[in-house]
Structure formats: structure tokens, C-alpha cells
Nanobody, 128 residues
């Protein structure tokens, strides 16, 4: 069972990037999916998630209107599309999957929760 995140890189402020998270050993569509990020010296924070139980997508205030999540069921992959990137978006981005629990916002941020599986992280650097 594995989650493989990819697609990170260096982009200028205002640019776009698409991250991918491919699952092996289980079907992503059956799971709640979350994207998280951790900037240097900061705690890991939730960015966006899609809750399997209610079919809703929750977006943290910090990225609302700029980040979206989509599924490619044929490839068992979830994408994180990021536009209008800002230097403060610089972080290592992680995808995570949980079979049982929904996701939700807590004080405007996707709650981190206790996910079953985590990807290895992919670095996104946004230059000013």
C-alpha cells in the first residue's frame, strides 16, 4: 500500500503547478483524500480535502479560490491544481488518504486528522 506524490518544482509567483498523488494497493475513490503542506520551521497544515462520506470538498481559507482537487479514477490518482501561486505557498506538499473518517474545516483550515496513509511529499518552491 503506497501513496506516491509528484509534480513539485520551482515556479514564479503568479504561476501554476499541478501535483499528483497516485495510490497503489487500494482504490483512492473509496477514501477521504487530503493535501497538506509543511513550510520550513512551521507545522504541517491542511490545504484541501475531499470527504468520501459526504462527497464534499473543503478548502482552507489560505488557498481558497486558487487550489482545487480532482480525481482521475482510471489512474487511481488525485491531482492538486494550484494557480496564482504566492511565495508563502512554498512548502513540502503531502497527500494522505483515510478510509473511515471524513474531513472538515477547523477555524478555516482543513483539519489534519489521523489519516491511514501518507505520501512522501513533494517540494513546491514559489519565487517572488
Amino acid at each position: 500500500v503506497q501513496l506516491q506524490a509528484s509534480g513539485g518544482g520551482l515556479v514564479q509567483a503568479g504561476g501554476s503547478l499541478r501535483l499528483s498523488c497516485q495510490a497503489s494497493g487500494f482504490t483512492l475513490d473509496d477514501y477521504t483524500i487530503g493535501w497538506f503542506r509543511q513550510a520550513p520551521g512551521k507545522e504541517r497544515e491542511g490545504v484541501i480535502c475531499h470527504s468520501n462520506s459526504d462527497g464534499k470538498t473543503y478548502v482552507s481559507d489560505s488557498v481558497k479560490g486558487r487550489f482545487t482537487i480532482s480525481n482521475d479514477n482510471a489512474k487511481n490518482t488525485v491531482h492538486l491544481q494550484m494557480v496564482s501561486l504566492k511565495p508563502e505557498d512554498t512548502a513540502v506538499y503531502y497527500c494522505a488518504a483515510d478510509q473511515a473518517d471524513p474531513c472538515f474545516l477547523y477555524h478555516g483550515t482543513v483539519y489534519r486528522g489521523d489519516y491511514d496513509y501518507w505520501g512522501q511529499g513533494t517540494l513546491v518552491t514559489v519565487s517572488s
